[in-house]
């Protein structure tokens, strides 16, 4: 607590000064542009990594970047989620995994966590990405084993993403992308999932080939009402 109390300190002797007219502006309000779903492992920090400033994300946090699929029992995630997409009207939505992550190695054996009850219900949601694994990959070492879960859990999630009403109307009237990454941490580099490609693509480089940030990779399907000429509001 010491060190948290001290950084404290040095933030209201530094940093809020520098924004403190930021901070002015905040206080009324928040409009942030993108929801980040992530872990809560402390090693994650999305604010960091994507150099943003208070305001500019809406993060949720919890073991293992995972989006429940939309049900009648609602959640925190769930109720974020909705939030996020209804009431702050963020455009994109970002699911990120990271490398070395403690719930991935638990999807990975389950019975690291089965003396956790919470955690391994929890996990459940993940499960699918080791039997999308392990059905259509085989991996000899046990790192790149895990490495191909950490990405098929971030896919299965964007498709759990898709299951919320919110998210969906959204998607379909082309008012809202979705985006898929993995953080490494000791690299300090990301890959984005691609759609198109089916695969993950680092995001660095595809940084260096285009000045469009458009044609970037993303998980966003194409908006159903623009494929069928409509726009949001027609009578179809």
């Known amino acids: 607590m010491e060190r948290l109390?001290?950084?404290f300190e040095q933030f209201r002797r530094t940093a809020f000064p520098e924004k403190r007219e930021l901070f002015e502006k905040l206080a009324g309000g928040q409009t942030p542009h993108t929801m980040f779903i992530t872990c809560a492992d402390s090693r994650v920090a999305p604010e960091l990594f994507t150099s943003s400033e208070p305001g500019d994300i809406f993060v949720c946090r919890n073991v293992g970047n995972i989006v429940p699929p939309?049900?009648?029992?609602?959640?925190?995630?769930s109720a974020a989620i909705e939030y996020a997409v209804a009431a702050l009207k963020v455009q994109n939505i970002v699911v990120c995994g990271h490398s070395d992550c403690g719930a991935m190695k638990a999807t990975q054996d389950p019975s690291k966590v089965a003396s956790l009850q919470a955690v391994s219900a929890w996990l459940r949601h993940s499960h699918i990405a080791k039997v999308v694994v392990d059905a259509n990959y085989t991996f000899h070492d046990p790192a790149e084993h895990l490495a191909k879960i950490t990405e098929e859990n971030?896919?299965?999630q964007l498709d759990?993403?898709?299951?919320?009403?919110s998210v969906a109307a959204k998607l379909m009237a082309g008012q809202l992308q979705i985006h898929g990454w993995v953080f490494?941490?000791?690299a300090g580099s990301i890959k984005a999932y691609s759609a198109k490609q089916g695969r993950f693509v680092p995001l660095e480089d595809s940084l260096l080939e285009t000045d469009d940030l458009g044609t970037l990779p993303h998980a966003t399907p194409p908006s159903r009402l623009s494929a069928?000429?409509?726009t949001a509001g027609d009578t179809l």
Not at 70 to 77: C, E, H, K, L
Not at 160 to 165: G, I, K, V
């Open 70 to 77: 939309y049900a009648q029992f609602t959640g925190g995630v």
């Open 228 to 230: 069928n000429g409509a």
């Open 5 to 7: 109390i001290k950084g």
């Open 160 to 165: 759990h993403l898709r299951t919320h009403p």
């Open 154 to 156: 971030v896919v299965a």
């Open 184 to 186: 490494d941490i000791e």
